[in-house]
Structure formats: structure tokens, C-alpha cells
């Protein structure tokens, strides 16, 4: 078994936006804010045939969202995530370590300028791949663009 590891590799990081068929979004909004970024990125992932888990920071009165039940919690959600996809102010993260320890996915993803190194260096340290500072949706298109599919 390879060890994890932080993830900079262009082209690993190219295959593993490819090859996810169900993608966790740690701070996904929901449609009332359908022009920014934690809205839009997930609803194109799904509308390329990613399974979407929603996982909203706010928003309580949300059940649904891009016709997905909401879960509240990363823990919570049943069955292997591929991809945990933050939205999250890096100030933030560390609120949220312990439910990625527990859900353990395959990879976390921090989105476009969302960086933390010492959190990235303990979930790697625990057997969790992660990615910083990049957007998944560009990457999935130039994966799907490579060629690259689940």
C-alpha cells in the first residue's frame, strides 16, 4: 500500500479529480447561492455523473440540495467518499479535523486558495491524501479533457 502524502503532482492530481465517482462537499451552499464557487463547482461535478454528498456548514432549514439529502456531518454520511471537497476558510479547519479522521476518505481537497499545512501534514499522517489550493472542477475537466474517467 502506498503511503499518503500532500498531493502537487499535476498530473496525480489530474487522475484522482478524474477517477472520483462520489465526491463529499464540506461547505457546499446551497441554490439561493447558486453564483459562488461552493454551489457551482459541485453542481458541474454532478452534472458530469458525480455522486454529490451535501455537507453544509450553515443553512439548517436546507434538506436538500442539487436533489441530494443533506448530511450533517462528514462521520455521519454512509459508505466510502472518494473526495472530501472543503469550503472552508483555512481559519476553520481545524473545526473540522476530527470528522475527517473519522469519515476517513480517500482524499481531502482544499479548493482554490484554501490552504493548511499542518492540518494537510496530520491528515496525510493518517493515510489521507490531500490536495491544496486547487479547484476541483477545473481539474476534473482537464482530466475528463486527458481522457481520465472513473
Given amino acids: 500500500m ?3 502524502m500532500i498531493v502537487t503532482d499535476a498530473e ?9 465517482r462520489r465526491v463529499a462537499v464540506l461547505g457546499i451552499k446551497s441554490e ?5 464557487p461552493a454551489f457551482y463547482v459541485p453542481e458541474h461535478l454532478a452534472s458530469a455523473g458525480v455522486e454529490i454528498v451535501p ?5 439548517p432549514e436546507v434538506t436538500t440540495i442539487l436533489g441530494r439529502p443533506v448530511v450533517r456531518t462528514l462521520a455521519a454520511i454512509e459508505g466510502p467518499i472518494d ?3 472543503v469550503f472552508r476558510r483555512p481559519e476553520d479547519l481545524e473545526a473540522h479535523e476530527a470528522d475527517l479522521l473519522a469519515k476517513r476518505p480517500t482524499v481531502v481537497w482544499l ?8 492540518l494537510a501534514e496530520r491528515l496525510s ?8 489550493d486547487r479547484c476541483l472542477m477545473v481539474e ?11
Fill in 12 to 20: 496525480a492530481i489530474r487522475r484522482i479529480a478524474g477517477r472520483a
Fill in 140 to 150: 476534473h475537466r482537464a482530466a475528463r479533457a486527458a481522457g481520465i474517467k472513473p
Fill in 55 to 59: 455537507v453544509p456548514v450553515y443553512y
Fill in 125 to 132: 499522517a493518517a493515510g489521507i491524501d490531500v490536495v491544496q
Fill in 32 to 36: 439561493k447561492q447558486a453564483l459562488q
Fill in 2 to 4: 502506498l503511503a499518503s
Fill in 83 to 85: 473526495i472530501v471537497d
Fill in 111 to 118: 479548493q482554490s486558495g484554501i490552504r493548511h499545512d499542518a
